[in-house]
């Protein structure tokens, strides 16, 4: 079973930084695009940043210039780097990865979609 763990959230002010972070573990043959969503209260979870696994990004357009994502392939770890917070970037932040089913050096065919639990960030103005 794959398990992704998100850490880095918290109270932060207006204009200030956070850096979130999510931890894949478990037995799986490697993991595609990795993403980091958000879901407000009474909004639908929208799509933040994405990154492959080669490293190509994909930002929404209102965080473009302010936050960054990246990954350790390695340690099989993402990150999202946020800068110059806002109110409305408040939100639960959620970690997805597209993993591909298998063990190391076994590759069994089939992809599936996990997500992490959340993480609350809260931006006061």
């Known amino acids: 079973q794959v398990q992704l763990v998100e850490s880095g959230g918290g109270l932060v002010q207006t204009g200030g930084s956070l850096r979130l972070s999510c931890a894949a573990s478990?037995?799986?043959?490697?993991?595609?695009?990795m993403g980091w969503y958000c879901q407000a209260p009474g909004k639908e979870r929208e799509l933040v940043a994405s990154i492959t696994r080669s490293g190509s990004t994909n930002y929404e357009d209102s965080v473009k210039g302010r936050f960054t994502i990246s990954r350790d392939n390695v340690k099989n770890l993402l990150y999202l780097q946020m800068n110059s917070l806002k109110p409305e970037d408040t939100a639960v932040y959620y970690c997805?990865?597209?993993?591909?089913?298998?063990?190391?050096?076994?590759?069994?065919?089939?992809?599936?979609?996990?997500w992490g639990q959340g993480t609350q960030v809260t931006v006061s103005s």
């Open positions: 478990g037995m799986f043959f490697s993991i595609n695009v």
């Open positions: 997805n990865a597209e993993v591909l089913d298998g063990a190391s050096g076994y590759y069994s065919g089939r992809k599936f979609n996990v």
